[in-house]
């Protein structure tokens, strides 16, 4: 079964401009989890899709959004890019969610100019 | 506010070796800690899944313990081999949202 796939690898861009991140699951998982990774502030939890509806969401500005697809393919926007959103961006999935694993993607290196 | 904390920042160990990494919680209410390995340029892998009632979880050299009452969660890992060279990061799940707090991870160097 193919793992989790996140396009592209590796992203630049400058600031003020706009992001879109690619990621599709594991085949039947129904639950996304968008995370992104900084050397400063480690790992921190975006948001969550599960049937195309936002379940969860954690404390990063509205500039950050994402969506789900009923295919289960997700893809996550960033807006009006800042220096600081220059991170590993992480895609993981699971069957539903919640208490069960996660199976991370290799992620995503944006690197903002 | 909701905070993992985990220690020692960095650890540099002999091949076949044990060592012990620390993770402090404060999250509540508290659903699961998990432990997972990050090789470099690579996303997080699980290595273990406590709940409330577990003590203590194997998952072959490793070994996780929790202890609820004091928030404290500890994982060993024995005999180290030079593939166990990562991150470690230590993430605990509210109860009810099951959102995560992450800690900031402990990068562990096994030297030949």
């Known amino acids: 079964k193919a793992g989790v796939t996140q396009t592209p690898r590796y992203l630049i861009k400058t600031r003020g401009q706009q992001v879109t991140l690619s990621c599709s699951p594991i085949?039947?998982?129904?639950?996304v989890s968008w995370y992104q990774q900084t050397p400063g502030q480690g790992l921190q939890f975006l948001f969550e899709?599960?049937?195309?509806?936002?379940?969860n969401k954690g404390n990063f500005p509205g500039r950050f959004s994402g969506r789900q697809f009923s295919n289960s393919r997700s893809e996550m926007n960033v807006s009006t890019l800042e220096l600081g959103d220059s991170a590993l961006y992480l895609c993981?999935?699971?069957?539903?969610?919640?208490?069960?694993?996660?199976?991370f993607g290799p992620g995503t290196r944006l690197l903002v100019l | 506010k909701n905070q993992v904390e985990q220690s020692p920042q960095s650890l540099i160990i002999l091949e076949g070796k044990n060592c012990t990494l620390q993770?402090?919680?404060?999250?509540?209410?508290?659903?699961?800690l998990r432990w997972y390995k990050q090789d470099t340029g690579r996303g997080p892998v699980s290595l273990t899944i406590?709940?409330?009632?577990?003590n203590t979880k194997s998952n072959g050299r490793y070994t996780a313990t929790l202890d609820a009452d004091t928030k404290q969660s500890s994982l060993h890992i024995t005999a180290s081999q030079l593939s166990d060279s990562a991150s470690y990061i230590c993430?605990?799940?509210?109860?009810?949202?099951?959102?995560?707090?992450f800690g900031r991870g402990t990068s562990l160097i096994v030297h030949p």
């Open positions: 993981a999935s699971s069957l539903s969610g919640g208490a069960e694993t996660q199976y």
């Open positions: 085949s039947g998982h129904r639950s």
């Open positions: 899709y599960f049937s195309e509806t936002q379940r």
């Open positions: 993770c402090n919680y404060t999250v509540s209410p508290f659903s699961n």
């Open positions: 406590m709940t409330f009632s577990e």
């Open positions: 993430v605990v799940r509210s109860g009810g949202s099951y959102i995560p707090t």
